[in-house]
């Protein structure tokens, strides 16, 4: 396949993965743990990410449970100051 069509493959996953949930781990408070789905195939994944400091943990756990049912590609082109 050449590379334009991953690319353009890559960019249709974006659009059709949605946030499911987004929750703290339990165990610290610097990971983020963010539930996912994908809409064509219905497959379910997990992402997690850590944080140096759990206040930019706090607000990014915030932030993807307003994103709740947003697509990868909406809450990728989101702007944040």
């Known amino acids: 396949m050449p590379d334009k069509e991953k690319e353009v493959e890559k960019l249709l996953k ?3 993965q ?3 949930d987004a929750k703290t ?3 610290e408070n610097r990971k983020l743990v963010a539930q996912m789905r994908e809409l064509l195939k219905g497959s379910r994944f997990t992402g997690s990410m850590y944080f140096d400091d759990p206040e930019s943990c706090k607000e990014m756990d915030a932030l993807f449970k307003s994103k709740v049912g947003c697509s990868i590609r909406e809450i990728g082109d989101l702007e944040l100051s």
Do not use: N, T
Request: glycine share 0%.
């Open 14 to 16: 974006r659009v059709h």
């Open 25 to 27: 781990a339990r165990d």
């Open 18 to 20: 949605v946030i499911e």
